[in-house]
């Protein structure tokens, strides 16, 4: 009994996560995807701080913490010596981070991770922002998003600039397999888990995790907004095959929304809906536009189907 | 066996005898060598590690570290601004108690920027909880590097051995090379009683509020204590098994009678033994302290080589900025009040200045002539120390 249970939530209930954390359900399903042979390097961040409050752990599995730009070294590290000890049969290497531990100060390490070509998956839980540290602006926070370090004012209406693209740098390094994900699409996610657990070489996943606090959103909308995320073509779900894009998340005709819908829920954008702020927002709906027609994202076959 | 070799190869050659599972590197003069010794002994074969080319120190530390927390031996190698971009991995790595051993090739750090030798680079993180030990010469190199894998995995507390870069890391000298055989009779495989495993999974790392930090550390520090004994005893053992010992935290020379002591680290013992030769011969009774473990700081060994009424110089290539040279602050730590030698600080050899026989020489008749407490720069040129007279 005791033993069926670990199997079902290898990531514990019991931690301080907020209420509807988009990265606690992320992370809860990438470990149950991956099952109990894995080693977790985690980076600081939001995920280390709610789980490991000591004495306090919530992962049944063998997990380590060292800093916040490092999870791909040591993780590295750990690929390395299991297979120079020969411990490497059965076991697999997770590096797991934040945006902002992924795509600003981690980028050296995942760099020279990707280049050597480590057997490490690495999952960025991407919720667009420094939400540990009071939601501050990253790399990864998108055109207009208010956050503590990008606030609006007369002269700005947030942030300025536009999302990093992780995933094509992941794939200018080779790494065989390049996801991304949604914790709308469970299923979906934890199908990519399994598929990157099986690559020869490195594996990337980011999954879009809505952040409570950070967005302004109700726990209750958490995945709502991530939904939304995906239906208005702000967050392409794509599967990248050694270079090649393989699959991509189908949004069917009458299921595509204007951004609108998916900016007015939050409070990060509040401030768009102001007066002078739809010239912004028509440059946010540019990007869905373009995302839409780069991907084809929107078609009425069945929605995982492989792109031409 | 006997070979002529440069310190970095004979550091090299020591460290694959002692069978690291992972070794890891980022190239920085003048560690340089070491890392293309060990690539070399890779690639014929002759060592089975794991060999990762990092994309830079920091990276190399995080991998070591990654790898010592899975239970393997895990090595690595820099060099001043490389230790100094590894800095907050190292503290990490005593933090979590991983047993990592690295060798730094001591060396000046920028700005200016500057290639040459002088320990600056180790003594700036002497609070990291990393045992810190000094080299004389190679071959205390190659002994204290096997020494060191026995120290940290028996305390699981990293250890780095400090030489000095270019006197010692690019110096041919002869030296007795230990077989692999010896060094497996000497060393045990690592098996540590914890590291990161599926079948017995816990987490590494956690985070550790005001209501435990202090505990944390509190213990590293009751541990690098009482590392001190550890120390002491592995080179004892070591004497005992390969007949050699260079001293265990520290080591006397001529000190019966001194009136005169110098206190150094590192390779300038060498230039220090022979100025005290010689200074004697003059009549001059000069004895030398040399301080092979930095960190921990043998207190009770310092306290009890010196004593009051005599006059104490300690020559150094660091300083701390603002105060004086850092080993004198830590002698003078040794003694509070009366029992006190006079002790002054002599900073020299910075980014590379030779250090002659001649210039110990002249501070040991500066002291004999003047025992007040000062701290002064020695061998400084007198064209660049001119005003801006136009």
């Not at chain 1, 991530?226 to 069917?252: D, Q, S, W, Y």
């Not at chain 2, 293309?36 to 060999?51: D, I, P, T």
């Not at chain 2, 800095?87 to 730094?104: D, H, K, Q, W, Y």
């Not at chain 2, 390969?242 to 206190?263: S, T």
């Amino acid at each position: 009994m005791e033993k069926e249970r670990k199997l079902i939530n290898l990531m514990e209930p019991g931690h301080t996560g907020c209420a509807g954390c988009g990265q606690a359900i992320g992370a809860r399903l990438v470990l149950k995807a991956a099952g109990p042979r894995v080693i977790v390097a985690n980076a600081t961040g939001c995920l280390e701080v709610y789980t490991t409050r000591y004495p306090h752990s919530s992962w049944e599995v063998p997990w380590i913490h060292s800093l916040f730009e490092n999870a791909s070294a040591v993780a590295a590290g750990m690929e390395v010596a299991l297979k120079a000890m020969g411990r490497y049969d059965n076991v697999k290497i997770i590096a797991q981070a934040g945006d902002g531990g992924t795509a600003d100060i981690g980028m050296g390490c995942i760099s020279g991770m990707w280049e050597r070509g480590h057997e490490v998956m690495y999952v960025c839980y991407d919720n667009e922002g420094y939400m540990n540290t009071g939601y501050q602006r990253s790399g990864l926070t998108p055109l207009g998003a208010r956050t503590t370090t990008s606030p609006p004012g007369a002269f700005s209406w947030g942030n300025l600039t536009h999302k990093k693209n992780m995933p094509m740098i992941a794939v200018a390094h080779g790494v065989p397999y390049v996801a991304t994900a949604s914790v709308s699409e469970p299923r979906d996610l934890m199908r990519k888990v399994k598929k990157a657990m099986e690559v020869c070489g490195p594996s990337y996943i980011q999954i879009l995790v809505p952040c409570v606090p950070g967005w302004g959103i109700e726990s209750k909308l958490s995945i709502h907004m991530a939904r939304l995320a995906v239906e208005t073509c702000l967050f392409p779900i794509l599967e990248i095959e050694n270079g090649k894009i393989t699959r991509v998340k189908r949004i069917k005709p009458d299921e595509l929304k204007p951004v609108t819908e998916y900016l007015k829920p939050q409070k990060r954008f509040a401030h768009l809906f102001r007066e002078g702020g739809e010239e912004e927002i028509k440059r946010i709906q540019d990007i869905a536009d373009r995302n839409l027609r780069e991907f084809n994202l929107v078609s009425d076959v069945d929605d995982l189907s492989s792109s031409q | 066996m006997r070979m002529i070799v440069e310190g970095s190869v004979a550091v090299a050659e020591a460290v694959g005898r002692c069978r690291p599972q992972v070794a890891c590197a980022y190239p920085i003069t003048p560690q340089t060598h070491i890392v293309e010794h060990l690539a070399k002994m890779v690639s014929e074969g002759r060592l089975k590690a794991g060999f990762v080319l990092a994309e830079s120190e920091f990276g190399a530390a995080s991998i070591v570290l990654g790898a010592s927390a899975v239970g393997a031996r895990a090595y690595t190698a820099t060099s001043s601004q490389g230790l100094l971009l590894m800095s907050e991995v190292i503290f990490n790595i005593a933090g979590l108690r991983l047993p990592v051993v690295m060798t730094c090739a001591n060396r000046a750090v920028s700005a200016p920027i500057n290639i040459w030798n002088d320990q600056q680079d180790a003594v700036s993180l002497r609070d990291t909880g990393w045992i810190i030990l000094f080299v004389e010469d190679n071959q205390e190199a190659v002994d204290t590097h096997i020494q060191a894998f026995m120290i940290a995995e028996e305390l699981m507390i990293p250890v780095m051995v400090c030489m000095d870069g270019y006197v010692l890391t690019h110096t041919m000298e002869p030296v007795e090379m230990p077989s692999q055989e010896e060094v497996d009779d000497f060393l045990p495989p690592y098996s540590p009683s914890y590291y990161l495993d599926p079948d017995d999974p816990f987490t590494m790392g956690a985070m550790v509020g005001p209501d435990a930090y202090m505990e944390s550390r509190f213990h590293l520090h009751m541990d690098m204590m009482e590392a001190r004994s550890t120390i002491s005893r592995v080179a004892l053992g070591f004497q005992q098994k390969f007949g050699r010992y260079h001293g265990d935290l520290v080591d006397g020379y001529l000190l019966d009678d001194a009136e005169i002591v110098l206190v150094s680290m590192g390779s300038l013992l060498g230039t220090m033994r022979e100025a005290a030769e010689r200074l004697r011969k003059d009549g001059l009774k000069v004895g030398i302290l040399k301080v092979r473990c930095f960190r921990p700081f043998p207190k009770e060994r310092v306290h009890a080589a010196l004593r009051p009424g005599q006059v104490v110089g300690v020559v150094e290539k660091d300083i701390s900025l603002g105060l004086e040279g850092t080993l004198c602050s830590e002698i003078r730590s040794a003694f509070c009040g009366e029992d006190s030698p006079d002790i002054s600080s002599f900073i020299v050899g910075l980014g590379g200045r030779d250090v002659t026989v001649e210039d110990i020489i002249s501070i040991a008749w500066d002291l004999r002539s003047n025992p007040a407490c000062r701290v002064e720069f020695r061998g400084l040129r007198e064209d660049l120390m001119k005003g801006d007279e136009g």
